[in-house]
């Protein structure tokens, strides 16, 4: 069936360096794509999303790239801090559609 | 502005009993979700609801109930909790379609014995 699936459950990353999680869709009807980013005990909370006649979105510290192509967006978090430690979760829609459907998450842990 | 809460935050409760978590907004979105995350599988969408009165079924809906009378308030129902509906329950809310940015509660985790 459709699905957002992720790559890689859990990244270790430098304190400074920048983060990429990557994410792959298979629903190629989505034309909505978003990142939430979620800490520990908390709820999700939305940090960024992007259309699908886009192939790039900057926002404060984070880049989202979307390639249609290969049905995979990518999440690049620059100069990772402490503060960005968190399970991240791309998620998929579509303006035809009420609901979103998210992936299953990478956790981003931030090396000392 | 409080924005999202839920009720109550933990519950321990038996299999076979009926169980409601509530969710509130302090704004008038009409949009407004129930999930459920489970290690391994991530946010699953269980009801979703337009706008009051209006309600309709996600990924996970069997064995929960909803309703809508008012805006502000949608809450989940189990009518006769199961071991496999363990689980950490959030709520969320958007004011305009739903792959608006999705508003969340702090969520209700929720241990059936």
């Known amino acids: 069936g459709e699905s957002v699936g992720l790559h890689l459950p859990t990244l270790s990353v430098q304190e400074g360096d920048n983060s990429i999680i990557n994410c792959a869709y298979s629903?190629?009807?989505?034309?909505?794509f978003i990142w939430y980013k979620q800490e520990s005990g908390k709820g999700p909370q939305f940090i960024i999303d992007?259309?699908?006649?886009?192939d790039k979105r900057q926002g404060q510290r984070v880049t989202v790239l979307l390639n249609k192509t290969v049905k995979h967006l990518s999440l690049q978090i620059a100069a990772t801090q402490p503060g960005d430690s968190a399970v991240y979760f791309c998620?998929?829609?579509?303006?035809?559609?009420?609901?979103?459907?998210f992936g299953k998450g990478t956790r981003l842990h931030i090396l000392p | 502005d409080a924005g999202i809460t839920q009720s109550p935050r933990y519950k321990i409760t038996e299999t076979g009993r009926q169980v409601t978590l509530m969710c509130h907004q302090t704004?008038?979105?009409?949009?407004m979700f129930w999930y459920r995350q489970d290690l391994g599988h991530g946010l699953r969408l269980i009801y979703y609801?337009?706008?009051?009165?209006?309600?309709d079924k996600g990924e996970v809906p069997d064995g929960y109930v909803v309703s809508r009378s008012k805006t502000e308030n949608f809450p989940l129902t189990l009518e006769s909790a199961t071991r496999s509906q363990t689980s950490v329950y959030f709520c969320?809310?958007?004011?305009?379609?739903?792959?608006?940015?999705?508003?969340f509660g702090p969520g209700t985790r929720l241990t059936v014995l």
């Open positions: 998620a998929e829609s579509s303006n035809r559609d009420d609901k979103i459907i």
């Open positions: 629903n190629s009807a989505s034309d909505y």
């Open positions: 992007i259309r699908s006649n886009m």
């Open positions: 704004w008038s979105h009409s949009y």
């Open positions: 609801s337009a706008a009051a009165d209006i309600t």
């Open positions: 969320a809310a958007t004011p305009g379609a739903a792959y608006n940015e999705q508003f």
